[in-house]
């Protein structure tokens, strides 16, 4: 196991190597970093996930494992409260606290947690992936969001209004949904549209690599110093959450690929989304974009111990 670990490790690696190689000879620029957000989002994530559900479920298997929800659900809220309490103890600047615990107890469960589980767990991970996506996503925003909020000079986020709704109920969550009321349903989709959601979701990996790649190359690390408060965030994502997901699941009777599939999860790298919702409410953008560079390089080297001890 170790060995397929250090190969998916590796197979990934290339990838983001790639990107961040498309960036620095700038035919990757920032107008196609947007184009490659529009297309995982919007078309190759939601028909990977449609896809999956359908081929990896059963009404019966869907039933049964959704009640691991509550693990995610659960681990993610204690992380959030430990958060708090360590920017509060640490004394984070006001001006990026809600950033801070943001980053802390969120992960980057799509860009990131999809491809890895993928690669070291195979298609079967993928609904796994998913329950601790909805779990995560709506952490982020709802909770996550507003403590951002809090940090600038805009009004906090309105919970009630039809653009919130919007975020919550992403494309990728849709695809989601969709799939879970077929299978539901015991409804069959032709052939010709699973093969055109699973080559478009097969786009999802390659391209959130590159995505990730050319937003390492593009940070600029001269506008941020070091802090107590990036080893406070690494420790939050690498250490503090994985650690009280691995208390948790052993109190819930999951399986063994979802126990390991939600452990790889909450050691993921900061979301990719951080740094978009920091600049529109005026929190410390720079330090959200070089909190997602430096934890997603983190990824690479917490990954391989993290399947040594599973």
């Known amino acids: 196991m170790s060995f397929a670990a250090d190969q998916s490790i590796l197979s990934i690696m290339i990838m983001i190597m790639i990107g961040y190689f498309l960036a ?5 620029d920032e107008k196609a970093i947007k184009l490659i957000t529009i297309i995982v989002i919007n078309i190759s994530l939601p028909m990977m996930m449609l896809n999956t559900i359908m081929n990896n479920f059963t009404k019966q298997k869907l039933i049964d494992d959704s009640s691991g929800l509550v693990v995610p659900f659960l681990t993610i809220g204690i992380c959030f409260v430990i958060g708090k309490i360590v920017a509060k103890l640490a004394k984070v600047k006001i001006s990026r606290r809600g950033l801070f615990v943001s980053m802390f107890f969120n992960s980057n469960t799509i ?12 298609e079967k991970s993928v609904p796994y992936v998913l329950l601790y996506y909805i779990a995560n996503t709506t952490f982020f925003w709802t909770l996550g969001v507003y403590e951002i909020t809090k940090d600038g000079n805009k009004s906090t986020i309105n919970f009630f209004s039809i653009d919130f709704i919007k975020k919550i109920l992403s494309p990728p969550l849709m695809g989601f949904l969709v799939g879970m009321v077929l299978v539901l349903l015991n409804i069959k989709l032709p052939s010709f549209i699973m093969n055109t959601s699973k080559n478009l979701g097969n786009l999802t990996t390659p391209l959130s690599m590159f995505f990730i790649g050319a937003s390492i190359y593009y940070v600029n690390l001269k506008l941020v110093k070091f802090s107590l408060d990036i080893v406070l965030v690494l420790i939050g994502r690498f250490a503090i959450s994985p650690v009280i997901v691995i208390l948790v699941v052993n109190l819930f009777p999951i399986p063994d690929l979802m126990r390991s599939v ?3 999860q909450s050691a993921m790298p900061v979301m990719a989304n951080t740094a978009i919702i920091a600049k529109a409410y005026e929190s410390d953008y720079n330090f959200a974009s ?13 990954i391989p111990i993290l399947m040594a001890v599973l």
């Open 111 to 122: 860009f990131m947690g999809l491809p890895v589980n993928l690669e070291l767990f195979g």
């Open 24 to 28: 620095y000879r700038k035919l990757l």
């Open 262 to 264: 939600f452990i790889i």
């Open 290 to 302: 070089l909190m997602i560079a430096i934890s997603t390089i983190g990824t690479l080297l917490v």
